[in-house]
């Protein structure tokens, strides 16, 4: 047996020499993706501009790391784009207005060209993002630590609209001394107080943003499940912090429309899917009450 597996496995990685899209049982080992970060997740794969894209996080990097933007062309060849700067992203949103993909820090037109925003304009671990409320050129993107963003999806400004609760200010530090400043609105924004920690899902719909994280940042959160953790909250203008909605882990929100963010912000409904101790919970809003 164990010559027959050497023999099989010296073949297989043979074969891969000449064809990079050897597939074995329906996994492609050319495909898979690495960092070295010690720990590589996939934040988000979207079909786009005739490609696959997909990019990878490690597991706090909020200020960029060894992660990369792949495209999966239709043969299955995978190219690194060189527009890379890594981070703990999962954000995705197809802007129809502008014809193109948010999918982490990166901008993708129809024709497959991709923009990137730069770290020290829009720092932190990007989680999610969402339409805007009032400008259809402009979407909003969470970071896991629950600040808010709004990015201008045509010249890729951003503006600040909620500060992170400060646990990654650390890092931010040497980012921007570097880029000369800090982001837009950064100073003005209020810094949240939003309860609960690691953000998850963002949405906006009847006049409101809302957001959900499905954590909390405290040694009793590790060691017992009863105890309060996470949060479902909404934010309606700036200057605002989020408003908690509800005391509890929640991770995505969205509406029928998915990746397309909510294009029926008046009459969409809501939900918000999250869990306690004991039970799975669907919170559905559809009056955006």
Known sequence: MKVSLLALGA?????????????????????????????????????WAGSLWVITYGPHCPTGSSDKLYEIKPDLRKVVRPESVGGTPADRLIHRETDQLLIGPYVINAQGN???????????RLTAAARHLTDSNKVYVATMETGLYELDMRTLATRTLIRENGM???????????????????????????????????????????????????????????????????????GQDWRTIRRCQYTEITTRDGIYGNEHPSTNTLWALGWDAKSVILTVSDDGV
Request: aromatic share 10%.
């Open 114 to 124: 991709v923009r990137t925003v730069p770290i020290a304009a829009m720092p932190g």
């Open 168 to 238: 990654n200010d650390g890092a931010f530090a040497p980012v921007m001394a570097k880029a000369g400043k800090w982001p837009d609105g950064w100073e003005t924004a209020p810094r949240t107080k939003v309860p609960g920690y690691h953000g998850k899902g963002l949405a906006s719909g009847f006049g409101r943003v809302y957001v959900a994280n499905n954590g909390e940042y405290s040694e009793e959160a590790r060691k017992n499940p009863f105890i309060p953790s996470g949060v479902l909250a909404d934010w309606s203008e700036p």
């Open 11 to 47: 073949a297989l990685m043979t074969a891969a020499v000449g064809a990079n899209s050897i597939e074995i049982n329906g996994i492609y080992p050319h495909l898979a993706s690495y960092n070295y970060e010690g720990e590589c997740g996939t934040g988000a794969v979207v079909p």
